[in-house]
């Protein structure tokens, strides 16, 4: 726990605490038995750090973290499981946890996911957590406050304990956020206490009043001498630090010429970075590597709920179709239709381009064919494209290459197919 704490606050370029001392925090709570919780007060193990957030306009927004500190965890109450009454699972309490805590430098729900993803992607990296939301490897508390505007005195906050998801955390913020204007604008006062986020009503509950440091009486654990680190140890942490997110998204960008905000989706994932690197690598394809990652790879893995590491189609597999279309073999129609035979665990990419008949027709003659066939066949629509400004005849040009794609179905390769049609109905 100590080393992936200082490795999590090296990831982010935070001061490491040499002298890391335990406390105990005092509450009574149906989930701590024991009526105190093992934590860090005065001397967390990780200091004032921070790290970079992408605004939707595209700018780079830094958000400083406070500290993170080493705590145990509580159990879990369970609400949904007993008609009527509340449950305790106590399987996690005791487990070490690392609690980040940042500056209330967050301005909107949005930025608040943002800066969420972040870290999630930094622990993924650093290998501490699998990030399972869903499961509970990784939670959030929303502090929420809000304030006139154009002043600079924070308002009273409220935390929204426990959100398990992204979607979650910017719904939960946002139903808070306009809950304290209703009460401010009737002329109520928001009370600081922790509040429940129920998404199948999207509304917060009250869940107890919301404690004081003070209130907690943090005294050093009589049971846990303080832990000194000395420089070797940060030093060996921070020899076995991997590549993080933002490295790997710079050198993504130099190395396979693709966009900044394709190498940022690229990444977030280290799994799918992975993946997108070894079809890049052996494709020798970056953009069409991501294009098709970005694309079919990542829809499906959303449809389906499923991560990249159980996906159906390997990063060998997705390469040789790629290497397909860049010989032309196949077309984006019957690329596709590849790749969902893939999906379906139909046989490798060669296999099944012979067994449905799929290699694209590139012979210009039978193109050609194919093409004065769809002209003698629809007089009124050449007629209507011969007369139509230059500028519309660019969409109109669409309906004769979906008569061409239809009539050699879909195996015509289309750049062949819009010259000789432009070369055609220019005549």
């Keep these: ?84 009454m509340t449950g305790v699972d106590l399987n996690r309490a005791g487990t070490p946890l690392l609690e980040i805590v940042s500056e209330p430098e967050l301005r909107s729900a949005k930025e608040a996911v943002a800066y969420l993803k972040v870290i999630h992607s930094i622990i993924r990296y650093l290998d501490i957590s699998d990030g399972n939301m869903a499961q509970g490897s990784m939670r959030c508390d929303c502090n929420v406050s809000i304030r006139p505007q154009g002043s600079e005195v924070l308002g009273t906050r409220t935390e929204i304990k426990n959100v398990n998801s992204f979607r979650f955390v910017e719904k939960a913020i946002n139903t808070e956020i306009h809950r304290q204007i209703e009460i401010l604008e009737d002329g109520g006062r928001v009370i600081q206490e922790t509040r429940l986020y129920d998404p199948d009503k999207d509304e917060t509950r009250s869940m107890r009043s919301k404690e004081e440091a003070n209130d907690y009486r943090y005294f050093p654990d009589p049971d846990l001498l303080p832990v000194m680190i000395d420089d070797s140890f940060i030093e060996a942490c921070r020899n076995t630090l991997p590549e993080l997110p933002e490295a790997r998204q710079a050198r993504y960008i130099k190395d396979y010429g693709i966009t900044d905000y394709d190498a940022g989706v690229l990444v977030a994932d280290r799994d799918v970075a992975d993946y997108f690197a070894e079809v890049a690598d052996t494709s020798g394809e970056g953009k069409l590597a991501a294009n098709w990652v970005m694309g079919s790879v990542l829809a499906e893995l959303n449809q389906t709920g499923s991560v990249i590491t159980e996906f159906p189609v390997s990063a060998k597999q997705l390469a040789d179709l790629i290497s397909r279309i860049k010989d032309n073999t196949l077309n984006s129609k019957t690329a596709k239709t590849v790749f969902e ?31 004065d066939e769809v002209i003698r066949e629809n007089p009124d629509q050449v007629a209507n494209y011969r007369s139509a400004p230059s500028d519309k005849q660019g969409k109109m040009l669409g309906f004769f290459v979906g008569q061409v794609m239809k009539k050699s179905q879909g195996k015509a390769n289309p750049q062949a197919v819009n010259q000789i049609l432009h070369s055609k109905l220019g005549s």
């Design 1 to 84: 726990a100590f080393e992936m704490a200082v490795k999590f606050g090296l990831a982010i370029d935070a001061e490491i605490g040499k002298e890391s001392v335990f406390d105990r925090k005092n509450y009574f709570y149906p989930d701590l038995p024991k009526g105190y919780q093992i934590s860090q007060f005065d001397k967390p193990i990780v200091g004032p750090g921070r790290v970079a957030i992408t605004l939707d306009d595209g700018t780079i927004k830094t958000i400083n973290v406070t500290r993170a500190h080493l705590e145990e965890d509580a159990g879990k109450s369970v609400h949904d499981a007993f008609d009527g």
């Design 341 to 371: 035979a893939l999906l379906a665990g139909e046989g490798e990419v060669n296999a099944i381009i012979e067994a449905k008949g799929l290699v694209q027709m590139t012979d210009t003659g039978a193109i050609e064919a194919i093409v």
